[in-house]
């Protein structure tokens, strides 16, 4: 199975800066996926690693958030790169944007580079190209972007990790009686879709409504998306194995 894991903001930092255990976690799951499965990576993270080596420059500013992510994409790199080494896994970057895709040579020349790096079992670590576009930055697109990467790269499944563990029937860090929900099918209300973003954290974007944007996108087009924790990695794990999973929220047509 072909699958691309997304991960948020919110599981790779906490304080500001990067969380250097979940990210070793992170990269033991995705060495071990690689068994069984196709893996491709999508990451946020570079603001937040940007922002421990330059704290004069203001995460708020949009100029200044812009040279944090810029600053901070080859920093984040280097820490995936050291983290896989221990697995003999090499990685590379792709920095793209969503209009990549809109855009059919841009979109075929993406396909063309990542089926070569899979090929030679190198795992392909996208982020979106933030000097070129500020989507990711203000709003969390890189939900979004990872269902793009996971539908023009034909992945049976995309998986996003987030600080929560599932997709609850409101806000559980303001309702303490909100449920999770196990499987969503179909299509999602508009209303939904077009609720203002609840991000967690000062260096997250996107809240739960770019994830339920990307769940549609991708059902939408007849694909799969689960949503589960990136602190507890055994869900997501369990998941893959079995394809089933005590936590975690699956999107489906
Ligand atoms: P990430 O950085 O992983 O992309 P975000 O902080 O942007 O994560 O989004 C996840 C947050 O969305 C959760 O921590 C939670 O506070 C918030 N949220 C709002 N409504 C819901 C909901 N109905 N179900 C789950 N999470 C929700």
Do not use: W
């Not at 799951?29 to 420059?57: K, N, W």
């Not at 939900?143 to 996971?150: E, G, N, T």
């Not at 991000?199 to 994830?211: R, S």
Request: hydrophobic share 40%.
């Amino acid at each position: 199975m072909r699958v691309v894991v997304k991960v948020g903001t919110s599981t790779l930092s906490e304080n500001g800066a990067l969380h250097m255990g979940r990210m070793e976690r992170l990269s033991a799951f995705l060495a071990r996926s690689r068994d069984e499965h196709e893996v491709l990576l999508v990451t946020s993270g570079a603001v937040a690693a940007g922002h421990t080596v330059m704290p004069q420059l203001s995460n708020k500013k949009t100029p200044e958030r812009q040279a944090l992510a810029a600053i901070g994409q080859a920093l984040l790199m280097n820490i995936y790169s050291k983290l896989f080494e221990p697995h003999s896994i090499r990685v590379a970057q792709i920095l793209i944007t969503k209009d990549d895709f809109i855009n059919f040579s841009h979109s075929e020349n993406v396909k063309i580079a990542v089926n070569t790096l899979l090929k030679h079992r190198i795992l392909p670590i996208f982020n979106e190209n933030d000097t070129v576009v500020i989507d990711e930055l203000l709003r969390g697109d890189n939900d979004q972007l990872s269902a793009k990467v996971a539908h023009y790269l034909d992945a049976d499944l995309l998986i996003v990790l987030s600080d929560i563990d599932g997709y609850y029937d409101k806000n559980p860090k303001s309702n303490p009686d909100a449920a999770p929900l196990k499987v969503v099918r179909g299509r999602l209300d508009a209303a939904l879709l077009n609720e203002s973003p609840t991000p967690n954290g000062e260096f997250a974007t996107g809240g739960i409504v770019t994830k339920l944007k990307a769940a549609d996108f991708l059902v939408s087009h007849g694909r799969r998306m689960f949503l589960a924790s990136g602190l507890d990695l055994t869900h997501a794990s369990n998941f893959l194995k079995t394809g089933a999973s005590e936590r975690g929220t699956l999107f489906c047509p």
